[in-house]
């Protein structure tokens, strides 16, 4: 199976600020990456798919990139409903699998 | 408007089985793939299986934890998939989400999401 592992597993930030999380597999998935947001208690949302592509309705200050092993999750400009869990997961590769997640808290 | 609606979580020994369905509504079910996806309390999550749509033939893919125990179907007329669970083990504790896949093949992104059922296995 394909490892996801991302980075950091948690942070804190402050609303405004401009947050990075990363993503690395442990063999080439191509583009085939989505990222999830997930809140306390709620059901995933999908942000992002083949790694830049943002789902209908995702605000413009979510970003991804990447390619190949390494991929990159951006918030422009934290807001405060951005405070949640988020997860990459590979899908170039069955079981598709998913990272550990990252908790983004507020400072 | 898409929706995907799962029932059937309960309390239930070991060993006993379990129905899960996914109603969805607000768009042409049989033109997509649907995935069947679970998360134990304070964990992350972890995807259990897979249906193709039958312009793909139909056909499923398992994580290897619940190969041979868990079984997914799709009614196409009822807009339904099903997740048929087996000898239920207290490690299968999970709220259990189903998830639309953008396309009816495989090695497709997930798009929308259910609010999920949770199933907990306790003697």
């Known amino acids: 199976d394909i490892q996801m592992t991302q980075s950091p597993s948690s942070l804190s930030a402050s609303v405004g600020d401009r947050v990075t999380i990363t993503c690395r597999a442990s063999?080439?998935?191509?583009?085939?990456l989505s990222w999830f947001q997930q809140k306390p208690g709620k059901a995933p949302k999908s942000l992002i798919y083949a790694a830049s592509i943002m789902h209908s309705g995702v605000p413009s200050r979510f970003s991804g990139s990447g390619s190949g092993t390494d991929f990159t999750l951006t918030i422009f400009s934290l807001q405060p409903e951005d405070f949640a869990t988020y997860y990459c997961q590979q899908y170039n590769n069955y079981p598709p699998t998913f990272g550990q997640g990252t908790k983004v808290e507020i400072k | 408007e898409v929706q995907l609606v799962e029932s059937g979580g309960d309390l239930i020994k070991p060993g006993r089985s379990l129905r899960l369905s996914c109603s969805t509504y607000g768009f042409t079910f049989g033109d997509y793939g649907m995935n069947w996806l679970r998360q134990a309390p304070g964990k992350g999550l972890e995807w259990v299986g897979f249906?193709?749509?039958?312009?793909?033939?139909?056909?499923?893919e398992y994580a290897a934890s619940v190969k041979g125990r868990f079984t997914i179907s799709r009614d196409d007329s009822e807009n339904t998939a099903y997740l048929q669970m087996n000898s239920l083990k207290t490690e299968d504790t999970a709220t259990y989400y189903c998830a639309r896949s953008k396309s009816g093949g495989g090695f497709s992104p997930l798009d929308n999401w259910g609010q999920g059922t949770l199933v907990t296995v306790s003697s």
């Open positions: 249906i193709r749509s039958q312009e793909y033939g139909g056909t499923i």
């Open positions: 063999q080439d998935i191509r583009n085939s």
